[in-house]
Each structure stands twice: as structure tokens, then as C-alpha cells.
């Protein structure tokens, strides 16, 4: 990106940041709890409780190693989950015979929620970080190869007219045709499998009890560790927070040569 | 299924290709069980799953979990929608309201639902509500976003035909606005409400022990990876019905509404 | 005027370097199958703009089609310089109307007209032939756009500019300006004769607008009815260059006018 580009990029992604006003609601919430519940308290502890207990986990060396364990399953899920779901959904949307053979079995396999995939792949695979992966990517495959096959199986019918008037081979059609058009799809099917991904990590972590957040979250609330529990919340919510952000980042710096849009949507 | 136009009598052509592919897969899954070439210990034939269909109906197990985890979902679907429909309405009506609430929305949205799992087991232990909290509050962001999105994104038009026709206030919000944010209301509705299921399921999972969710993850702890595949069908089965319900019912009551819900695929 | 019906008689064969002889095209339809063409029979000559003009319906958009090997006919032959073709052939490029969706609007201007022929020649002489052909349609500053950037007509122009880089020996135009407003199809109207004069390039250029027809046209080819034949071709013969406020103000315009709404089917019957 030119330094121009940047710039102007960066100050297109500052206006839409909803005003700073707005988290006068959660602020005021926060601001309350403390003021009516000010001490440790089994059911709703204070605010300040939370971040106490915060600052216990992180000092008794139990926080970081959670949080690196969650991050690293969520991460490498999600690669894995966009490899193969890229790879396949263009495969399958670009042969029109196997789109329609595959299509109700896809359909049949995407009506089951995520989250049972989890026990299902718990007695097959057993409990370890193979399971844990493969569950992760399984989960967060389908929205990516959803989008990706739909979107390649209806790029733009002009386009192939295009192409044919051109004489252009099947694989220039696909590589600098079908992919390129796709990519907006592709990115949309991440979006939607991030947050997939996010809590399908932490399921497995709850149910098995394999290291991570998920695992340290109901432990505490096991050990009646309240401030604890509220305190791991918020670190999720920031994590998910920050995690969705980002890519909205990526997503709009890669998507700046398609027609203009903005950098957060909500919805 | 794919319809083509110009093909012939029948302009709706059934998907044989994906039925028979379909089909093959169960066939090839059942023998290669039956003829013990693939050996999973924990992987049932699909004969085996049907047998658990009634081994559970009879047992009463099938239908008391079904009936709890429906009503899980209906009552956190049905505050979620009441609670996104009101604050949708007034965030979208008021700039001033939003501008003291987007952000805090921004922050809250990206949550992961099963977060609030340890924290509402803490306040709830082992009931409905821990279930509740997991599902109200995230299905609750579809519906305020599609509600204060539907509103908004009403044609300054519309609004300047009720103003000729000097409409009252309330006149314009009942004859004009709300129809018109209508459809979109309901795709929010119908994405709530297909979260919620995964919700409902996912808090019975790790949260309260009772209904679909707490029957999968309790045949698989018993090793009965048969009547676990039930309750996953099951599931499955449930979420396609509900959506067809509320299709439905939508159709009925609001027949120009329907078309954009069915077109949607969430 | 001349009129003249059906092909022009007397001319050797290699003067046609693009030809259709008794083409006929069924199409399925509604569970049968409808006669889109019947019959036709054209002949383009180097470097002459032949305008195929007709109300819709009449299958203009399919014959463009079958000229440009998209659509194969169901009798009759497509010759290119004595050859049947099979498929889209060389040398020949459609120029579709729906500018914004015929172009990769995530590659920039130069991309786009570097489509017809990256890979197949050298990269210097590539850069060459994408700067001149942006030169041709008046866009060489805008390489570096995007496509959503540019207005209707300039995008319009880069599709022409990419369908020129190939260096075609024939252009055919699917009312390449009617989605345009009427400033910008005239200043593109002349455009295209002046891309035409310096290119050599023979142009099958399809309208509705009988006016457009007259004005751009060496020859008329009047399409009608349903099936669609070729109804009458007129030599067209006034003079060039020309002129959007004065060729159209010249009794010879009206009365090729006229004779093309006659043709047609015209208001008086």
C-alpha cells in the first residue's frame, strides 16, 4: 500500500468508530456494580474483584499459559479450517456435476450445530490436541466453504463470456477469474467462522478439560472462584474483541480494490 | 435443488444427482460397518442409530429431552425478540440514543456465548435459567441489529409520503415504519432463532444437565456412540423444523414478508 | 440511396475477412425449442462498420453470439478469412453492454486491458500494446484506476480499449452504448469511428437506435421479425467524416432514416 493509501485508509477506519460516548451504558453498569456490591462476593463480586483476581492468575503463572494454549488451537484450527475450505469450495463450485452431487450432503452436514461436533469427535478421536484441532477446523470449515463454493459456482455469468471471447485456458479462467471474484466471500466466510472457532475452542476445553481458558473458566467456577470466572470473561470478551477487529482490518486492506465500503460493519 | 427455466415440463428439476449421492453415502457407510472392514469401535452404522430412535422413544428419554431443550429455546427466543425488537425500535428512532449505545454494542456483540456458561452456572447451578442467561443475550444481537437496521433503512421516502398525508406520529410508526422494517425484522428473528438452538444445545452441553445437549455428551461418556448419532440427528432435525415453522408461520401472517426470509440462508 | 436486399452481389471472397452464410439458430424454450435466427446471411468487409440495427426480440443479442463463437448455430456457417470457426476465433472480440460486470473490477485499468493477451506475448512489447490501446479510447492517465472508479463511459472505453489491445481483426459490439446517457454514447460514437480510422478494424456494432445506426454505419443491416432475418442492407452513403450536429442535419440522414424505420416496420403502415 503507498504511504497516501495508508493514510487515507486509516482515516476512513477512525470515522467509523462509533463515538466513544457510546460505552457510557457499560461503563455506568461497571461504575454501579462497584458502588452497590463494592467487596468479594460469592454470586457478584465488584469490578475491582475481577481485576485482582486477574492479576493473581497472571502472577501465579496460570493465565498466560491458558491464554497461549486457547490462542494456538484457535489459530491453527482456523488455517486449517481456510485451507481446505478454499481449496474445496472452488473445487466443488466450479464443477457444476459435483456442486449438485455434493450439494444436500453439505447442506445435511451443516445443520448440525458446531458445538455437537465436539463430543462426536471426542469418542472418535479420543481426548487430545488432534481432537481438539480437527473439531476447531471442522467447525469453522463450513461457513468458509459454503461461501467460497456458492460464490464460485455464481461468478458473474458475463464474466465467462468474457473469458471465452478471450480464449482464455481453464486455468487462467480459474486463477485469475474465479479466485480473485471469490475473495470477498472467502473473507465474509472467515468472519462468520472466527467467532465458530472461538467458542468451539473453548467447548472442547470445558468438556475435556484440555489446557486453555476454557478449561481454567470452569474450574474456577468448579472452585466457587467468582471474581475469577468474571474476571477470565472479560478476557475472553477482549480476546474475541480484539480478534474480530483485526480482521476487519485485514479484510478491508485486502478488499481495497473492490468497489468502496467501510472497515467495521456491524451485522 | 436447482430449477431451470426452459427445461422442459416439469420447471422444477429434483436434485437426483445429489439424492442418489446422498443415499450411496448412507449405503456405503452402513456396509462397510456391517462388514466390519472399517472397524471404528465408536463409529455406529446407521441401522444401529435407527434402533436407538426406539430404544430411547420408548424409554421417554427422546421426547423429554426434545421437550426441554424446545422450551429452552422458545423462552430465551421469545425474550430475545422482545428485548431486540423494543431496544431495535428505539435505537433506531432515536440518533441520540445510539450514539450513547453503539459502542457499548460494538464491545458486547463479539462475546462468545459460551463464556457466559461458567458465569451463569455460578449464579444458577444446575437450571433452566443457566440456560436462559447462554441464550438470551447473545441471539438477542441479531434481532436489535436487523430491528435498528430495518428502521433506519427505511426510504426517506416513505417518511415523506406519511408527512404529506400529515400522519400522526403513531400513525407513521404503525403504518409506515413498521412495515416497511418488517422483513428485515424477521430475518433478524429467524437468525436468533437458529442461534438459539445451537445456544440451548451448547448450555446443555456444559451447563445444565438436561435435554439434547446433555444427551449427547452423556451417551458419549456411556460409550453408546449410537444413541449419542440420535441425539445429533435429532438436533439436526430440530433446527430444520423450527426454521420451517417459523417459515410458516410467517407465510401466513405476513405473506410480502415471507419471500425475502425464505430467500435468506443464514 | 441504394438499397440493396440481402448480400451485396459482386465482390471477390477475400474481400469478406468475416462472414456468416444461412445462419439459423433454435434455442430451448418453455419445454420446446423457438427459432431464434433464420437464415442469415452477412458479409464484412476490412475495415468497414456494418450496424445490424432492429427492435428487441428480434435475436440481435444471439446473433452476436453465434458471430462471436459463444452460441453455436444450429445450421449454417461462421467463416473467419475462409474458415468455418469453432468456438470463439481469433482475431475476434465481443464488446458486451453491461460494462461494470464484463470488466474484473478488482484489477486496475491497465490489468483489465492487459487481459486479452498477458501470457501470450512478451512483457515489454505487452506494455506497449495496453498504453497504445489506452491511448486509442483516451484513458492512458487512468491506468491506474479502477474500474468502480471511472464513469459509464470511461469504463465502456476500457472494455473497448481491452477488446483493441488484442489487435482484432473484427469488433463485435452488443449495444456497447445503450445503458449510457446521450452525451456520452455521442462523444463515444465518435470515438469509436476515430479508433475505427486509425485501427483498421472491421466493427459489427448492434443497435436499437436507429439514428446511431445511420450515423455510425458504412452499411445497415436491418434485422426483423421473430424468427430474426435480415429484413434489408443499405449501403450507407454519406459523407465522411462525420459530424454529430452536421451529418445529422443532412436530407440524405433523414431519408436513411426513414428508409431504416420503413424497414423496420415503421410508425406509418
Not at chain 1, 457510546?22 to 454501579?32: D, K, M, S
Not at chain 1, 460469592?42 to 485482582?52: D, G, I, K, Q, V
Not at chain 2, 438452538?197 to 444427551?215: D, H, R
Not at chain 3, 446511431?212 to 434485422?223: F, H, N, Q, S
Amino acid at each position: 500500500m503507498k504511504r497516501g493509501e495508508l493514510g487515507a485508509f486509516l482515516r476512513m477506519a477512525a470515522a467509523e468508530i462509533p463515538p466513544a460516548r457510546g460505552l457510557v451504558p457499560l461503563l455506568a453498569l461497571l461504575t454501579l456494580w462497584q458502588l452497590l456490591a463494592p467487596g468479594p462476593s460469592a454470586y457478584f463480586p465488584a469490578p475491582f474483584e475481577w481485576w485482582s483476581a486477574a492479576v493473581l492468575l497472571w502472577g501465579s503463572g496460570q493465565l498466560l499459559p491458558a491464554f497461549a494454549a486457547t490462542v494456538t488451537t484457535f489459530l491453527e484450527g482456523l488455517v486449517l479450517a481456510v485451507t481446505i475450505g478454499v481449496a474445496l469450495g472452488i473445487t466443488i463450485g466450479t464443477s457444476r456435476p459435483v456442486e449438485r452431487a455434493l450439494g444436500p450432503l453439505l447442506e445435511f452436514m451443516r445443520a448440525i450445530p458446531p458445538p455437537v461436533t465436539v463430543p462426536i469427535a471426542t469418542l472418535l478421536l479420543g481426548y487430545d490436541v488432534t481432537m481438539e484441532l480437527t473439531v476447531v477446523a471442522l467447525s469453522a470449515i463450513w461457513p468458509i466453504l459454503l461461501n467460497t463454493s456458492s460464490a464460485a459456482a455464481h461468478v458473474e455469468p458475463l464474466l465467462r463470456d468474457v473469458a471465452r471471447t478471450f480464449r482464455l485456458s481453464t486455468a487462467r479462467w480459474i486463477r485469475q477469474v474465479v479466485i480473485p471474484a471469490v475473495v470477498p466471500s472467502i473473507l465474509l466466510g472467515i468472519r462468520v467462522a472466527i467467532p465458530l472457532a472461538i467458542v468451539v475452542t473453548l467447548l472442547v476445553e470445558m468438556l475435556t478439560s484440555l489446557p486453555g481458558i476454557g478449561a481454567l473458566m470452569i474450574q474456577s467456577q468448579r472452585n466457587f472462584q467468582s471474581a475469577q470466572v468474571y474476571a477470565l470473561l472479560v478476557v475472553v470478551g477482549l480476546f474475541g474483541f480484539i480478534v474480530n477487529d483485526l480482521f476487519a482490518i485485514v479484510e478491508a486492506i485486502v478488499l481495497r480494490r473492490w468497489p468502496a465500503r467501510g472497515v467495521f460493519r456491524s451485522g | 435443488m436447482t430449477a431451470r427455466r426452459f427445461s422442459g415440463r416439469l420447471w422444477w428439476r429434483p436434485n437426483i444427482a445429489g439424492l442418489l449421492t446422498m443415499a450411496a453415502c448412507g449405503l456405503a457407510w452402513e456396509l462397510t460397518i456391517q462388514a466390519g472392514i472399517f472397524d471404528y469401535q465408536y463409529l455406529p452404522a446407521p441401522s444401529a442409530i435407527i434402533q436407538g430412535v426406539g430404544e430411547l422413544a420408548t424409554s421417554g428419554e427422546l421426547a423429554a429431552a426434545t421437550m426441554h431443550t424446545l422450551e429452552s429455546v422458545f423462552l430465551g427466543w421469545a425474550i430475545a425478540v422482545a428485548a431486540g425488537v423494543s431496544l431495535g425500535l428505539l435505537l433506531g428512532f432515536s440518533p441520540l440514543l445510539r450514539r450513547y449505545s453503539l459502542a457499548t454494542i460494538e464491545v458486547l456483540r463479539p462475546m462468545p456465548a459460551i463464556a457466559f456458561v461458567p458465569v451463569a452456572l455460578l449464579l444458577f447451578g444446575f437450571s433452566i435459567q443457566t440456560e436462559l442467561m447462554v441464550i438470551v443475550l447473545p441471539s438477542l444481537w441479531p434481532v436489535l441489529i436487523n430491528t435498528m437496521g430495518g428502521v433506519m433503512g427505511v426510504h426517506a421516502r416513505l417518511g415523506e409520503v406519511g408527512r404529506t398525508f400529515r400522519l400522526s406520529r403513531a400513525a407513521m410508526l404503525y403504518k409506515v415504519f413498521l412495515p416497511a422494517a418488517t422483513p428485515t425484522i424477521l430475518v433478524g428473528m429467524r437468525i436468533s432463532l437458529t442461534l438459539a438452538v445451537v445456544l440451548a444445545v451448547l448450555a446443555e452441553m456444559v451447563g445444565n444437565p438436561e435435554g439434547l445437549g446433555y444427551g449427547v455428551v452423556s451417551q458419549q461418556q456411556a460409550l453408546r456412540p449410537d444413541l449419542m448419532f440420535v441425539y445429533v440427528v435429532v438436533i439436526g432435525l430440530l433446527g430444520l423444523a423450527l426454521n420451517a415453522l417459523l417459515i410458516g408461520v410467517v407465510s401466513v401472517s405476513f405473506p410480502a414478508a415471507a419471500a425475502e426470509l425464505k430467500g435468506y440462508r443464514p | 440511396m441504394s438499397v440493396a436486399g440481402g448480400e451485396t452481389t459482386g465482390r471477390q471472397e477475400h474481400d469478406f475477412v468475416f462472414s456468416c452464410r444461412s445462419v439459423s439458430l433454435k434455442l430451448p424454450y418453455q419445454g420446446g425449442n423457438r427459432w431464434i435466427l433464420q437464415d442469415i446471411s452477412l458479409d464484412i468487409r476490412r475495415g468497414e462498420l456494418l450496424t445490424i440495427v432492429g427492435p428487441s426480440g428480434t435475436g440481435k443479442t444471439s446473433l452476436i453470439r453465434v458471430l462471436g463463437g459463444l452460441t453455436s448455430c444450429t445450421s449454417g456457417s461462421v467463416r473467419i478469412n475462409g474458415e468455418e470457426i469453432a468456438g470463439p476465433p481469433e482475431g475476434v472480440i465481443i464488446v458486451f453492454q453491461d460494462y461494470s460486470h464484463a470488466l474484473l473490477q478488482w484489477r486496475t485499468v491497465f490489468l483489465n486491458v492487459a487481459l486479452g493477451i498477458e501470457g501470450r506475448i512478451a512483457a515489454s512489447e505487452l506494455r506497449i500494446r495496453v498504453i497504445d490501446a489506452l491511448r486509442l479510447v483516451g484513458l492512458e492517465k487512468n491506468a491506474d484506476d479502477y474500474p468502480w472508479q471511472l464513469s459509464g463511459g470511461m469504463q465502456q472505453r476500457v472494455q473497448i480499449a481491452r477488446a483493441l489491445a488484442v489487435r482484432p481483426a473484427v469488433l463485435l459490439m452488443d449495444e456497447p452504448f445503450a445503458a449510457l446517457d446521450a452525451m456520452t454514447k455521442a462523444s463515444l460514437q465518435d470515438e469509436l469511428l476515430r479508433v475505427k480510422q486509425e485501427t483498421g478494424c472491421s466493427i459489427v456494432f448492434i443497435t436499437h437506435d436507429i439514428e446511431e445506426a445511420v450515423y455510425l454505419g458504412d452499411r445497415i443491416a436491418v434485422i426483423n421479425g421473430a424468427p430474426g432475418r435480415i429484413e434489408r442492407t443499405f449501403d450507407v452513403t454519406l459523407p465522411k467524416p462525420r459530424d454529430q450536429i452536421l451529418t445529422r442535419q443532412l436530407t440524405e440522414f433523414l431519408k436513411f432514416r426513414y428508409a431504416v424505420h420503413q424497414a423496420i416496420g415503421g410508425i406509418i403502415r
